[in-house]
């Protein structure tokens, strides 16, 4: 287990996939918060500002996807760390013109993949400072 108790939110609008994202984090200790879309990632990370990773699916229903999600929860919580993922590489070619807060995963990803991305930006070590 390398989680040290990391608290990660997971956006995913795909509920399989969010399940088996959920399931694989879940094993090696992390603590879990999950939304289904970018208006509930806010809520979520208003409700519990000692989330140290947000962990969001790029292309989403609704008016705001995992990019904008990015950015307006690194305006609000600045410790947060971002891994974005997406399946739909061709409707990425807008990715080139946005600055990215995190490192991409594209889908699928295998298990040993999102554990070893999660461990990369925590960088294994004890949890960010939560915002006061």
Do not use: W
Not at 48 to 54: A, C, F, K, S, T
Not at 73 to 88: D, E, M, Q, W
Not at 89 to 94: I, V
Request: aromatic content about 6%; proline content about 9%.
């Amino acid at each position: 287990m390398v989680s040290d108790n990391h608290k990660i939110l997971i956006v995913e609008d795909d509920h399989l996939v969010c399940a088996f994202a959920s399931e694989v984090l879940e094993a090696e200790g992390y603590r879990l918060v999950v939304a289904y879309n970018a208006a509930e990632a806010l809520a979520k990370l208003e409700a519990e500002p000692d989330i140290g990773v947000l962990f969001t699916d790029i292309v989403m229903p609704g008016d705001c996807d995992g990019l904008t999600l990015a950015e307006l929860a690194k305006r609000r919580f600045p410790h947060l760390r971002v891994l974005y993922t997406s399946g739909y590489a061709a409707r990425l070619a807008s990715i080139d013109t946005v600055p990215l807060l995190g490192p991409f995963m594209p889908k699928p990803y295998r298990p040993q993949q999102l554990t070893d991305a999660i461990a990369r930006i925590l960088g294994c070590g004890s949890p960010p400072p939560v915002p006061a």
